[in-house]
């Protein structure tokens, strides 16, 4: 039995998907059909391969690569091959004859200056699902623009819809985007392998990242359209300008305090500021921008005073009491270290050797409560073994292998 074979007994066994991604939208998308049990070969370009194996979060690096790499690429086999060279594509050509799936997040047009592209690939297996992944689509002025997070974050608006008016725009720090494209492009793949199902044919799913972020934004967007005066940002520090106050982040003598929607008037109950509820029923007209931002910071300063008075766990647990949504502000120590969320954390062991602790698949079934899990691939690591799986010879691994077309770990250097 192949050592390297898919591990679980997910939905997705017996899949066969080819990633041709880099970074973080692509590579998500094909780990999470890897942990539902499909076979995930990573083909990557000699010369190092993915570049998140190299660029790192605070210059952070585990068995030789960096986090960004092994948190986003367990599961998979790792192919080295030169799809620039007519012998690197033609090989990539036979494996596509026998995929389920490729997936590939390039800009646009370089598929196609590639020759593997959809037309050219579904010509060669009309059952292929293509899924690809752009920063801002295949058309338009910014087609061409990298997509990356916080570009696009910037670009759609979003970082206006936080923080003060007189400080800076206020970007998500996370890579929320691409999180969020990686999911829409694994359920365009699945939906299209339902379909497939039933047609006997692939088809081509795409996802841009403006996309992703609008749909993340579909109910602020909506809005926005939907008033002749939008709300803006005020002096006090908002956590989204389209949230009635008192919604945001407090401090408190120890720490601070976040506050979802909650009743004005309740609150003001509870923890003894009157004025609130005088505040409530004095609301402006939603076409006063200027009264509703003074009203806003207004409520924002009187329960900020008042929280500011006593401890993060005294009013987590009176306001917690009383029905009113609230919860403490953790750091990433407090937050891994509560026991609520080990049940979501796994421990990986890496073919170097050792390891490491990271997030375990979010996304549970009744038919397999625990998928087996494999770390991320060394660079190469498979190479020889894809392509004799994949039905070239001996004597024709050893040819690519040779002319450099395709590498191996232990030949990368």
């Not at 995929?99 to 690939?121: E, M, W």
């Not at 910071?297 to 006593?310: E, F, G, Q, S």
């Not at 010879?393 to 770990?409: C, F, G, N, P, Y």
Request: proline content about 6%; charged content about 20%.
């Amino acid at each position: 039995m192949n050592e390297h074979a898919p591990l679980n007994r997910g939905p997705l066994t017996g899949l066969k998907v080819l990633d041709l991604t880099i970074a973080l939208a692509g590579p998500m998308c094909t780990q999470r059909m890897g942990e539902m049990g499909a076979d995930i070969v990573k083909v990557e370009a000699p010369g190092g391969g993915d570049f998140s194996r190299y660029s790192t979060m605070a210059g952070v690096t585990k068995f030789g690569d960096a986090t960004t790499f092994i948190t986003l690429n367990r599961n998979k086999r790792s192919l080295i091959l030169d799809l620039k060279s007519d012998a690197g594509r033609e090989v990539l050509y036979r494996m596509v004859k026998d995929a389920d799936v490729l997936v590939q997040n390039f800009r646009p047009r370089v598929a196609s200056k590639l020759g593997i592209d959809f037309a050219t690939l579904s010509a060669i297996n009309p059952r292929l699902v293509y899924g690809s992944i752009s920063g801002y689509g295949e058309d338009g002025p910014m087609k061409d623009r990298p997509g990356q997070d916080l570009l696009v974050q910037s670009f759609a608006g979003l970082t206006m819809n936080a923080g003060r008016a007189s400080g800076l725009p206020h970007p998500s720090p996370l890579y929320m985007v691409d999180v969020s494209a990686s999911h829409l492009l694994t359920e365009g793949v699945l939906a299209a392998l339902v379909a497939r199902g039933i047609t006997g044919r692939g088809q081509e799913i795409k996802v841009s990242m403006v996309s992703a972020i609008m749909e993340m934004q579909i109910q602020e967007l909506t809005s926005y359209m939907s008033t002749e005066a939008p709300p803006t940002r005020s002096e006090s520090p908002q956590v989204s300008i389209w949230m009635e106050p008192p919604y945001g982040i407090y401090a408190c003598t120890d720490g601070h305090l976040a506050l979802a929607q909650v009743d004005l008037n309740v609150l003001a109950e509870v923890i003894g500021v009157p004025a609130l509820k005088s505040l409530k029923a004095s609301r402006p007209k939603q076409t006063d921008s200027a009264a509703l931002m003074q009203w806003r910071d207004d409520i924002y300063n009187a329960v900020a005073a008042k929280l500011a008075t006593d401890t993060v766990a005294h009013w987590d647990e009176l306001l917690t009491e009383h029905g009113l949504w609230c919860g403490p502000v953790n750091n990433y120590e407090r937050f891994l270290g509560h026991p609520q969320t080990q049940r979501y954390l796994t421990t990986m062991t890496h073919s170097r050797g050792g390891e490491y602790r990271t997030v375990a698949p979010a996304i549970r079934f009744s038919e397999q409560p625990a998928p087996a899990l494999r770390g991320s691939p060394r660079y190469g690591e498979h190479s020889r073994e894809v392509l004799l799986g994949a039905g070239l010879s001996t004597t024709e691994v050893d040819k690519l292998i040779a002319d450099r077309v395709a590498v191996t770990e232990v030949e990368k250097a």
